[in-house]
């Protein structure tokens, strides 16, 4: 397909996917709700051809924010029976301070919305409208910052936990499996709707879910207070990308306070953040004989010794020095960058455990493309990153705007196709018009 075909073929996938309450569904039938990051990923996108629809995608979203400042990863605006678990699964009626006017889940997800309302800002036209905006929202996202520093950060040393897998966004990737070996949860009784849109072999498991259903049930027992969940979760991570989504927001509202003019104090909240989290960062994410980023299991106490896309998405956010990024490239370049494969496998291709085929152990996924492709030009890494922006449009140039890719290349010679998950996925659709538009 031509560029401009794509383009009108990325552009019909998001208004199809666009909902009458004014945001966008991430894939019909298997995500039939609002989803937190893939919003923000949505609203590049439609930033590029319709500005109103990229704020009411963001306003749709601020709306479900809880008194504490708590952002969900799900918002039950519509009604529909095709996802599990739905709106009546989460029970966040039990935190004093959820919305009380929307459904959501009471897990949250990467927290992208700062960067976007940048990314918003770069695109509009009219830079005066779009100021308006972002200046009458900018304080809730600085709100959200807030409470993962005042509630996620127990040590008190600039890293925010996750207490849950799919707050990742990267819902069963390797690294928790050792988290699940820890757990034995009841074998619940409950009706999977994904395996009814998608081939099973790419999904989780019954078993798997079980652990993720436990994990809710618990947070539930504690009726959501965080200072709970961080004792009795058995799931307890830094994660790098989580945690480099945080800075690359907070850098982006200290530019977007500066451009607003008169916010000092928040500027200066912001970069204490930025400093004390960059140095956390580095001194307890970077791994040494890997040379990449890790996770941190904090519940027990330990690194998690495996590469995966989100070990490079730090270079997005500013994180690494530039000797750093040199050993980060080199690894991305010796594991992942093979001539027979396609940036960026969500997991080490070289591990036993790479599952090309299912969903986070393996497949290449767009946003982690997008995030590294931006992270590659912030370091002048311009072969790379053109590499990876060709790579990423071949793929959907040659199957659709599916959920994720099979990263080996003899696959499409073999069986012809490589393109796995669900169908017309919306934020496949937005990040390839923002990466035809570089
Ligand atoms: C899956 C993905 C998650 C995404 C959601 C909706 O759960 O793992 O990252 O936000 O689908 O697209």
Same mark, same amino acid.
């Not at 009726?223 to 799931?235: G, K, M």
């Not at 499409?412 to 659709?429: C, I, L, P, R, V």
């Given at each position: 397909?031509?560029?401009?075909?794509?383009?009108?073929?990325?552009?019909?996938?998001?208004?199809?996917?666009?909902?009458?309450?004014?945001?966008? +569904?991430?894939?019909?039938?298997?995500?039939?709700?609002?989803?937190?990051?893939?919003?923000?990923?949505?609203?590049?996108?439609?930033? $590029?051809?319709?500005?109103?629809?990229?704020?009411?995608?963001?306003?749709?979203?601020?709306?479900?924010?809880?008194?504490?400042?708590?952002?969900? $990863?799900? #918002?039950?605006?519509?009604?529909?029976?095709?996802?599990?678990?739905?709106?009546?699964? $989460?029970?966040?009626?039990?935190?004093?301070?959820?919305?009380?006017?929307?459904?959501?889940?009471?897990?949250?997800?990467?927290?992208?919305?700062?960067?976007?309302?940048?990314?918003?800002?770069?695109?509009?036209?009219?830079?005066?409208?779009?100021?308006?905006?972002?200046?009458?929202?900018?304080?809730?996202?600085?709100?959200?910052?807030?409470?993962?520093?005042?509630?996620?950060?127990?040590?008190?040393?600039?890293? #925010?936990?996750?207490?849950?897998?799919?707050?990742?966004?990267?819902?069963?990737?390797?690294?928790?499996?050792?988290?699940?070996?820890?757990?034995?949860?009841?074998?619940?009784?409950?009706?999977?709707?994904?395996?009814? $849109?998608?081939?099973?072999?790419?999904?989780?498991?019954?078993?798997?879910?079980?652990?993720?259903?436990?994990?809710?049930?618990?947070?539930?027992?504690?009726?959501?207070?965080?200072?709970?969940?961080?004792?009795?979760?058995?799931?307890? #991570?830094?994660?790098?990308?989580?945690?480099?989504?945080?800075?690359?927001?907070?850098?982006?509202?200290?530019?977007?306070?500066?451009?607003?003019?008169?916010?000092?104090?928040? #500027?200066?909240?912001?970069?204490?953040?930025?400093?004390?989290?960059?140095?956390?960062?580095?001194?307890?994410?970077?791994?040494?004989?890997?040379?990449?980023?890790?996770?941190?299991?904090?519940?027990?106490?330990?690194?998690?010794?495996?590469?995966?896309?989100?070990?490079?998405?730090?270079?997005?956010?500013?994180?690494?020095?530039?000797?750093?990024?040199?050993?980060?490239?080199?690894?991305?370049?010796?594991?992942?960058?093979?001539?027979?494969?396609?940036?960026?496998?969500?997991?080490?291709?070289?591990?036993?455990?790479?599952?090309?085929?299912?969903?986070?152990?393996?497949?290449?996924?767009?946003?982690?493309?997008? +995030?590294?492709?931006?992270?590659?030009?912030?370091?002048?890494?311009?072969?790379?990153?053109?590499?990876?922006?060709?790579?990423?449009?071949?793929?959907?140039?040659?199957?659709?705007?599916?959920?994720?890719?099979?990263?080996?290349?003899?696959?499409?010679?073999?069986?012809?196709?490589?393109?796995?998950?669900?169908?017309?996925?919306?934020?496949?659709?937005?990040?390839?018009?923002?990466?035809?538009?570089?």
């Amino acid at each position: 397909m031509n560029k401009d075909n794509l383009l009108k073929e990325a552009k019909r996938v998001l208004l199809d996917n666009f909902q009458p309450e004014g945001f966008t +569904i991430p894939c019909k039938g298997l995500y039939p709700f609002q989803w937190k990051w893939d919003s923000g990923f949505i609203a590049i996108g439609l930033a $590029h051809f319709d500005i109103e629809k990229a704020k009411s995608e963001i306003d749709s979203l601020l709306k479900s924010q809880w008194g504490n400042g708590f952002i969900p $990863h799900i #918002v039950f605006h519509n009604d529909s029976d095709t996802y599990f678990p739905g709106p009546d699964f $989460h029970h966040t009626y039990l935190h004093p301070e959820a919305s009380k006017k929307y459904k959501s889940s009471g897990i949250t997800q990467p927290p992208v919305i700062g960067f976007v309302l940048e990314e918003l800002y770069r695109l509009a036209e009219d830079k005066d409208d779009i100021l308006c905006f972002i200046e009458s929202r900018i304080d809730s996202v600085y709100k959200n910052h807030h409470y993962f520093y005042s509630h996620r950060d127990p040590f008190d040393e600039g890293l #925010v936990y996750i207490y849950h897998n799919w707050e990742s966004g990267t819902d069963n990737s390797p690294m928790w499996d050792h988290i699940w070996e820890t757990m034995d949860p009841p074998d619940y009784d409950f009706e999977r709707k994904d395996t009814t $849109h998608v081939d099973a072999s790419q999904r989780p498991t019954k078993r798997e879910y079980d652990h993720y259903i436990h994990i809710i049930e618990i947070a539930k027992s504690c009726n959501y207070d965080d200072r709970l969940i961080a004792e009795r979760s058995p799931f307890l #991570v830094y994660d790098p990308l989580f945690n480099a989504m945080l800075l690359k927001s907070n850098e982006s509202l200290i530019k977007l306070y500066g451009i607003i003019g008169d916010q000092y104090e928040k #500027v200066e909240q912001l970069e204490k953040w930025q400093e004390k989290s960059k140095k956390s960062f580095n001194d307890k994410l970077f791994d040494h004989n890997l040379n990449a980023y890790i996770h941190y299991d904090i519940r027990n106490s330990k690194p998690i010794p495996l590469i995966s896309s989100s070990s490079f998405t730090p270079l997005f956010a500013g994180i690494p020095n530039k000797e750093k990024a040199v050993k980060l490239i080199q690894t991305l370049q010796e594991r992942f960058g093979g001539e027979n494969s396609y940036l960026c496998a969500s997991f080490d291709p070289t591990e036993e455990r790479f599952n090309p085929k299912k969903y986070w152990r393996g497949p290449v996924w767009i946003n982690l493309n997008w +995030i590294i492709y931006r992270g590659l030009k912030r370091y002048g890494f311009d072969e790379m990153a053109e590499r990876l922006k060709n790579e990423t449009i071949e793929l959907i140039d040659k199957e659709g705007f599916k959920e994720y890719f099979d990263p080996r290349k003899e696959t499409y010679k073999n069986q012809g196709h490589g393109g796995y998950g669900g169908n017309d996925f919306s934020w496949s659709a937005a990040l390839i018009i923002d990466l035809l538009n570089q």
